[in-house]
């Protein structure tokens, strides 16, 4: 469009007028490289552009106000009096990237986490006692984990919720909930997270003695992983699936115990499935 208004005036105008035209083009041309277009992302800095942990630092252009695991963020939150959103990663991990580019890039989402939470993220290659508490908190309310790590937490740190990798639309719609129930119903939030804590407390004094397991326990587990178990693809839940070596060790000892085929029939179908996808080495 602009050549085509340039070409005109060159046809019709003096010297001096087609030289200030074609700079005025130019420039505005510039302009909306720079500034406009579908592609263009918009530059951010937050708080973790100062960290040392690659995985921080490849969020430090983020749209989302992310402090470091700190005081600062601590303050802030009870200042502030808002419940914090605690992502947890490392730079190699898949689904991080994944969740990096789709989410916290993205200034819709950035949005309902900033106004909602105070948020931190935390390199668990660097901070493992933090990532070993939280983890134990996601596997306790979801039954399984993983990473990214993602957990609401009250300004005291207390949990209440927790999830591994979380689509867009669904981390707007939780934040933007979380943000509506702290403003009118926020003892309940509270009340929760006091509950996890309390279990996660009694969790880790049980003893790691030479217990022997309670009768029917093995039963149980047994049926658990049945009812999950995915008959098309193998594996257990949906995706993103992750190998899960102590399941199928358990189902092969179970087999081997209970003379149930069916332990050892969904062991080889999971295996099977994971020999014929992606999962092995690449040798060059």
Same mark, same amino acid.
Not at 180 to 201: F, G, P, Q, V
Not at 223 to 241: C, H
């Given at each position: 469009?602009?050549?085509? @208004?340039?070409? %005109?005036?060159?046809?019709?105008?003096? %010297?001096?007028?087609?030289?200030?035209?074609? &700079?005025?083009?130019?420039?505005?041309? %510039?302009?909306? =490289?720079?500034?406009?277009?579908?592609?263009? @992302?918009?530059? /951010? !800095? *937050?708080?973790?552009?100062?960290?040392? !942990?690659?995985?921080?630092?490849?969020?430090?252009?983020?749209? &989302?106000?992310?402090?470091?695991?700190?005081?600062?963020?601590?303050?802030?939150?009870?200042?502030? =009096?808002?419940?914090? +959103?605690?992502?947890?990663?490392?730079?190699?991990?898949?689904?991080? /990237?994944?969740?990096?580019?789709?989410?916290? !890039?993205?200034?819709?989402?950035?949005?309902?986490? =900033? $106004?909602?939470?105070?948020?931190?993220?935390?390199?668990?290659? %660097?901070?493992?006692?933090?990532?070993?508490?939280?983890?134990?908190?996601?596997?306790?309310?979801?039954?399984?984990?993983?990473?990214?790590?993602?957990?609401?937490?009250?300004?005291?740190?207390?949990?209440?919720?927790?999830?591994?990798?979380?689509?867009?639309?669904?981390?707007? *719609?939780?934040?933007?909930?979380?943000?509506?129930?702290?403003?009118?119903?926020?003892?309940?939030? @509270?009340?929760?997270? =006091?509950?996890?804590?309390?279990?996660?407390?009694?969790?880790?004094?049980?003893?790691?003695?030479?217990?022997?397991?309670?009768?029917?326990?093995?039963?149980?587990?047994?049926?658990? #992983?049945? *009812?999950? +178990? $995915?008959?098309? *693809?193998?594996?257990?839940?949906?995706?993103?699936?992750?190998?899960?070596?102590?399941?199928?060790? +358990?189902?092969?000892?179970?087999?081997?115990? !209970?003379?149930?085929?069916?332990?050892?029939? @969904?062991?080889?179908?999971?295996?099977?499935?994971?020999?014929?996808?992606?999962?092995? $080495?690449? #040798?060059?």
């Amino acid at each position: 469009m602009f050549c085509c @208004i340039e070409l %005109m005036l060159y046809s019709k105008g003096n %010297m001096k007028i087609k030289v200030i035209i074609s &700079v005025v083009v130019i420039a505005v041309v %510039m302009i909306l =490289n720079a500034n406009g277009g579908e592609n263009n @992302i918009m530059k /951010h !800095s *937050n708080r973790l552009k100062n960290e040392k !942990s690659l995985y921080l630092l490849q969020h430090a252009e983020n749209p &989302v106000d992310w402090f470091p695991w700190g005081k600062e963020a601590f303050d802030k939150a009870r200042t502030e =009096n808002k419940p914090i +959103f605690l992502s947890i990663g490392y730079s190699s991990c898949h689904w991080c /990237h994944v969740m990096a580019d789709k989410c916290f !890039s993205d200034e819709k989402v950035a949005k309902a986490l =900033n $106004d909602t939470f105070v948020c931190i993220k935390v390199d668990r290659e %660097m901070r493992p006692d933090i990532d070993y508490v939280y983890m134990q908190v996601c596997q306790m309310l979801t039954g399984s984990g993983g990473w990214p790590l993602n957990v609401m937490l009250t300004p005291d740190l207390k949990p209440f919720s927790a999830a591994t990798y979380i689509p867009p639309e669904n981390l707007i *719609n939780a934040a933007r909930q979380v943000g509506s129930m702290w403003k009118s119903e926020r003892e309940k939030l @509270i009340e929760n997270a =006091n509950s996890i804590t309390s279990h996660l407390y009694e969790l880790t004094q049980r003893s790691t003695g030479t217990e022997t397991l309670a009768s029917g326990l093995e039963d149980d587990a047994w049926r658990n #992983l049945k *009812n999950i +178990f $995915d008959p098309v *693809n193998g594996g257990f839940g949906g995706a993103p699936k992750f190998p899960a070596a102590h399941r199928l060790l +358990f189902l092969m000892r179970y087999w081997y115990r !209970s003379d149930d085929s069916e332990a050892l029939r @969904i062991c080889e179908q999971t295996i099977t499935s994971m020999r014929l996808g992606g999962v092995y $080495d690449q #040798l060059n």
